[in-house]
């Protein structure tokens, strides 16, 4: 069983940055993609960005240019550095896994971001 811990998450104003952590019990560098969910309260849980096995990257559109994901293998840790937030953005961070064998998704306990002045 893999187990995901998010960190990094509280409050901060409209413009400002936070990183999100996400480490994992084992090696990263094995799962098919790792990334990052987001829930708002009263909506559906939506993709935020990813990073393949091979490192290649991919961000929703309400994200790009703003969010930056990234990993360190050494240290079983995938970030998302987050830029420029908006209110928007405030919702609930999940990172995800998905096992390279049965491409089941693995989830962590999520952690919150609120973004307001």
């Known amino acids: 069983q893999v187990h995901l811990v998010e960190s990094g998450g509280g409050l901060v104003q409209p413009g400002g940055s936070l990183r999100l952590s996400c480490v994992a019990s084992t090696g990263i560098i094995g799962f098919n993609a790792m990334g990052w969910y987001r829930q708002a309260a009263g909506k559906e849980r939506e993709f935020v960005a990813r990073?393949?096995?091979?490192?290649?990257?991919d961000y929703a559109d309400s994200v790009k240019g703003r969010f930056t994901i990234s990993r360190d293998a050494a240290k079983n840790t995938l970030y998302v550095q987050m830029n420029a937030l908006k209110p928007e953005d405030t919702a609930t961070y999940y990172c995800n896994a998905e096992d390279p064998y049965t491409g089941s998704p693995y989830w962590g306990q999520g952690t919150q971001v609120t973004v307001q002045g």
């Open positions: 990073m393949l096995r091979r490192g290649t990257t």
